[in-house]
């Protein structure tokens, strides 16, 4: 039961999209010429959101419709969910994948980390994923999209009272990562 009511409300949110303009990219502060090893997608999701106070957390769910995760980030294998939630462009190749989504409005907060072939090339293919998506149900205020070397990058959209928080645990967490794009979504 508790996953049916998980996938609908997984389901009720997805179309909770709208639509925005696009910015130009802002240079992050942080360097991202230091190699750093990286044991997966889900690792990534998982030390930031480990970051997180117990009082600094919100309702979130992490994973997607086949791997449900309450309270923490989970593996994405659904092309679906690539799709639909982390808005991955469909024939985009991902090698891996992980999420962590808010757990009432996926506008509030959504965030996934992939591993890929390339990572500046899929950095800014998300950058325009995001930036020309239809937003329903309000929209989220700012995305961050970054990368850590070649093969990883996290892309995140919600309101600032959630990314504030998430890219600063995110730079903390990985300072030779590089933010690609730290921008307000209008």
């Known amino acids: 039961m508790k996953k049916i009511l998980a996938f609908i409300l997984a389901a009720v949110m997805m179309l909770s999209f709208a639509a ?3 910015n130009e990219p ?31 957390k919100f309702f979130a769910m992490g994973g ?3 791997n449900m995760v309450d309270g923490a980030p989970g593996t994405v294998t659904n092309a679906d969910f690539l799709t639909g939630v ?3 462009p469909a024939g985009t190749e991902t090698l891996e994948a992980a999420a962590l989504v808010h757990g009432m409005n996926l506008n509030s907060f959504t965030a996934g980390a992939f591993k890929v072939a390339d990572a500046a090339a899929f950095a800014e293919t998300m950058h325009e994923a995001i930036a020309s998506n ?6 989220p205020d700012k995305m961050v ?3 850590i070397g070649n093969e990883y990058v996290v892309a995140a959209f919600g309101i600032n009272d959630a990314m504030g928080p998430f890219e600063a645990k995110f730079v903390e967490a990985y ?3 590089t933010v690609v794009y730290s921008e307000a979504i209008a």
């Open 20 to 22: 925005c303009g696009s």
């Open 26 to 56: 802002a240079e992050g502060e942080n360097g991202g010429e230091t190699e750093v090893t990286v044991g997966s997608a889900l690792e990534i999701l998982e030390t930031v959101w480990g970051a997180f106070g117990e009082d600094e």
């Open 64 to 66: 997607d419709y086949d």
């Open 86 to 88: 982390l808005l991955v």
């Open 134 to 139: 239809q937003w329903m149900c309000g929209f």
């Open 145 to 147: 999209i970054a990368t």
């Open 175 to 177: 300072p030779e990562a």
